[in-house]
């Protein structure tokens, strides 16, 4: 008997624990209680389960939880730059000056003067003083530069010379070369804090930042979130001086860092997460138009482009203009758009994108390698390459193997076949200077400042150990043209249009799209402000609180 | 015993000098350049270059393989990590509590359900029980953990709000962790009891023990079962090597800051301090969890400990 008893007990047991792993098969289908509508949309979200609610904070305050898909790990002022710090520098930090809708702003910086072409002398407010109560003067500015530099993990600092305080709230700045756009992205590149409070961190600042903003880190928990908690000491008082970067319209900042792309869809529809820049375009479709939630686009800085290898030895594209317009020509922009960025985006009309303040208006009217295959076939035909197997390279992930997908499709009309060879980023940033590794090169490049610098950063030969271009290429002309929109005194729309209508006509890489960043987030938040970076400003969104 | 126990700490050392020059010399020659990344796209070539100089990534391999030698097994440092600036050691401290906490919880649950799931399948040999228990075996083994947890957090977490989503904090934040990580292992424990219970079942002395009267559980717990350890133990030993390496996918699903998510964005980002240290750390951890398996064993089959001593016995009358 009790044999027996024993036997269907463990029957029963066994039966339970078939049915959850069941109901856990089929835990993705069927009707929804919470999150999901049974059409499968998204509804309003709900806090779900022991996941707080990320309306308000314990205490009763405001409240918003930001999830990060990439892990900051140190919060240090002079560690660089990741995909994981860009989304909480703001927050964290304050710079010198900031940029919103193309113009600089000062935030420390209350002016600034040109004492020659190479120096330039900055003030900053009397009154700022940090979360600790230090008083940050010049001193403390020259500090924060000087140790960036020494660092070494903030490049654009490499133009400086010297810095140094040349009275209580005056610094001096000389520069060894500066550039059209480089002061701007200098006073933006480095975060200042008091050399008092850096001095008295443990840990040089990585998990307990003393900081001029508004909100001060009072929780980091390495790995999986930070607290920002707001002041009662901001040192601006004065609203009309008070930029984007500098508001604080929440009391509770929280970032939350979740890696895995599924959890981060799952945690928004939840409300365990109020906003995120980091869902994929297909993910993003969950939460347009529907109930509780928005999306808002923002243009990125970034511009996806395609690059012809262009070594004397080891490129298949040197010296034959033919064959690279052919395959330009065979390329279709709009269908680029549509089907990697699900219509979400602009193409481009050439190495960049229009959110630049140098960027020529005339250029959108211009014929850009608009599709024409007949032209591609006529070309390629005159180029006279016989071999047409061509290798490109990209960095992996699902927009640019859509992209790349896609011209390789395209490409196969004229005859063209494309090997994709997908590289994650660290790799890919090795190969791309080895002329053996690829015929073509799919990437994106964006810049804080001017789009000059967008193609300083692909086309500048002094920035290359070759001597040649981003694709070997050593064309003097280029170089010359390039210098020239780069000088402070000749940057201008006819030096930008020279530069522009060169590199079109030779060819040596072409600008592809331009693609939206979706912000998407829940209705709690009414206006999403975003920094010079395309990164949520949390502290500047505008909230409805209930 | 304990020269036994001396001698295998002893080993340990070269193979914990073994690790860490085979771990060096995969990373050395795998592509990728910490420079190029801590600089950002902005960076241009020759700034990289200059990174490269600043960390000593341009000095050869049997240099930087020597500093690296002389830093972690002289100077008792792992190093700072490129990226972030921190020390290692520290990093890895203060992660390695969540990989331990999951790991050992999931090595927890695999033994309290695998092994009963394993005798019940074993005592009821090919009937339903049997059948339903190595379905479940078979689900478990079949099934990647990733997905699991995915579907768990589906079930759990967004449709029926019971488990948080992600994160650390209470022991609610680990319980679907925890189930997802040990699930392969609970049907993998299973098999294994039930194969070693049906060897063991089989043998003469627990046909005795049924003759002289004894209850089922007498026989089952006090005849069978001890002697049907030994496999089960090693199963459990490696099982944890496996739950250490599970918990780099889990953690990362459930963003629980553990040295797995630690050591996987190291891997992407080349941060090479932290993916030797990390893999060293792990290889000394797994390596003590064999040593203790191996002590088990002797406590477990008095025969094994009886080998130890008997060997001890010999020594000292060679010695005599």
């Not at chain 2, 341009?58 to 490129?82: E, H, M, W």
């Not at chain 2, 967004?158 to 209470?170: A, E, F, I, Q, S």
Request: net charge negative; charged share 20%.
């Amino acid at each position: 008997m009790k044999k027996q008893a024993k036997k269907t007990a463990s029957k029963v047991i066994a039966v339970i624990l078939t049915s959850i792993l069941v109901l856990m098969c089929f835990a993705g289908c069927g009707d929804a209680k919470q999150g999901q509508d049974s059409d499968g949309s998204t509804s309003a979200p709900n806090s779900s389960g022991n996941q707080p609610d990320s309306t308000t904070a314990p205490s009763g305050e405001s409240k918003v939880v930001v999830g990060l898909a990439h892990d900051p790990q140190n919060i240090g002022p002079f560690q660089g730059m990741s995909p994981g710090r860009i989304g909480i520098l703001y927050t964290a930090y304050e710079f010198l000056a900031i940029k919103e809708g193309g113009e600089m702003y000062g935030v420390l910086m209350k002016d600034y003067k040109k004492i020659d072409d190479l120096t330039y002398n900055c003030e900053i407010y009397d009154y700022i003083y940090d979360q600790a109560g230090n008083h940050l003067t010049a001193e403390d500015v020259a500090f924060s530069y000087n140790s960036g530099i020494e660092y070494g993990n903030l490049p654009k600092l490499r133009s400086i010379n010297s810095v140094e305080a040349i009275s209580e709230y005056v610094v001096q700045f000389k520069f060894d070369t500066l550039s059209i756009g480089d002061l701007g992205a200098l006073w933006m590149e480095c975060p200042i804090v008091t050399k008092a409070a850096f001095e008295a961190s443990a840990d040089q600042m990585a998990t307990d930042p003393i900081t001029t903003t508004a909100y001060k880190c009072t929780e980091f928990v390495s790995g999986s979130k930070m607290v920002f908690t707001k002041t009662d000491s901001y040192w601006q008082t004065d609203e009309s001086k008070l930029q984007n970067t500098s508001k604080h319209n929440v009391d509770v900042i929280e970032f939350d860092i979740i890696p895995d792309g599924s959890q981060l869809t799952n945690a928004l529809k939840t409300g365990a997460i109020d906003v995120t820049n980091w869902l994929s375009d297909v993910d993003v479709e969950d939460f347009m138009g529907k109930d509780g939630f928005d999306v808002t686009p923002v243009p990125d800085n970034l511009t996806y482009f395609l690059v012809y290898n262009c070594d004397e030895e080891q490129g298949a594209f040197a010296n034959n203009k033919e064959f690279r317009q052919a395959i330009a020509y065979a390329i279709d922009l709009q269908q680029i758009v549509d089907g990697a960025f699900d219509g979400n985006g602009n193409i481009a009309k050439t190495w960049g994108n229009t959110n630049y303040a140098d960027y020529v208006e005339s250029w959108l009217d211009e014929d850009y390698y608009d599709t024409d295959l007949d032209k591609a076939r006529q070309l390629l035909a005159e180029s006279g390459v016989s071999d047409l197997n061509i290798n490109l390279m990209i960095v992996s992930g699902d927009v640019t193997t859509k992209i790349a997908t896609i011209m390789q499709a395209q490409l196969a009309q004229i005859g063209v076949t494309v090997n994709i060879n997908p590289y994650d980023a660290q790799l890919s940033n090795t190969y791309k200077y080895q002329p053996e590794q690829w015929d073509l090169m799919l990437d994106q490049a964006g810049s804080t400042s001017y789009l000059v610098n967008v193609w300083k950063l692909a086309w500048d030969r002094s920035g290359y150990k070759h001597d040649g271009a981003m694709n070997f290429v050593k064309d003097d002309q280029l170089q010359s043209l390039l210098e020239t929109a780069m000088d402070v005194d000749s940057h201008d729309d006819a030096s930008m249009d020279a530069f522009h209508q060169y590199l079109k006509e030779q060819c040596y890489g072409i600008g592809l799209a331009q693609s939206m960043t979706n912000i998407a987030h829940t209705t709690k938040i009414s206006k999403i402000v975003v920094d010079a970076r395309g990164q949520t400003t949390p502290g500047a969104c505008e909230y409805s609180f209930k | 015993m304990a020269r036994y126990i001396l001698k295998r700490l002893l080993l340990m050392i070269p193979v914990m000098l073994g690790i860490a020059i085979l771990i060096f010399t995969i990373m050395y020659f795998c592509p990728g350049d910490p420079a190029a990344l801590m600089l950002g796209a902005g960076a241009t070539q020759v700034e990289i270059a200059q990174k490269r100089i600043e960390l000593g990534l341009d000095q050869p391999y049997f240099i930087r393989l020597l500093q690296y030698l002389k830093q972690v097994f002289i100077d008792l440092d792992l190093g700072d990590s490129y990226f972030y600036g921190t020390s290692v050691a520290a990093g890895i401290m203060s992660r390695m509590r969540y990989t331990l906490l999951i790991a050992l919880s999931s090595m927890g649950l695999q033994i309290l359900i695998g092994m009963p799931l394993g005798i019940v399948a074993a005592t009821h040999r090919n009937g339903l029980a049997d059948r339903i228990c190595m379905m479940i075996a078979l689900l478990g083994v079949s099934i990647p953990g990733f997905w699991l947890a995915l579907m768990m957090v589906v079930l759990f977490s967004v449709k029926l709000g019971w488990l948080p989503l992600y994160g650390v904090g209470g022991i609610q934040y680990f319980i679907l962790p925890v189930i997802a990580n040990s699930f392969a292992g609970i049907a993998t424990q299973a098999r294994q009891t039930r194969s070693s219970m049906l060897e063991v079942i089989r043998s003469d002395y627990v046909a005795t023990a049924r003759a002289k009267g004894l209850s089922e559980r007498e026989v089952l717990f006090k005849h069978a079962l001890p002697n049907a350890l030994i496999p089960i133990i090693t199963i459990v030993g490696n099982g944890m090597g496996m739950m250490l390496g599970g918990a780099v996918v889990i953690e990362n699903v459930f963003s629980i800051p553990g040295i797995g998510s630690y050591m996987m964005s190291a891997i992407n980002g080349r941060d090479y301090p932290i993916v030797l240290s990390g893999v060293l750390v792990l290889g000394v951890t797994f390596s003590f969890i064999m040593l203790l398996v191996d002590i088990i064993y002797a406590f477990v089959d008095p025969r094994i400990k009886a080998n130890y001593e008997r060997k001890a016995i010999r020594r000292k009358k060679s010695a005599a």
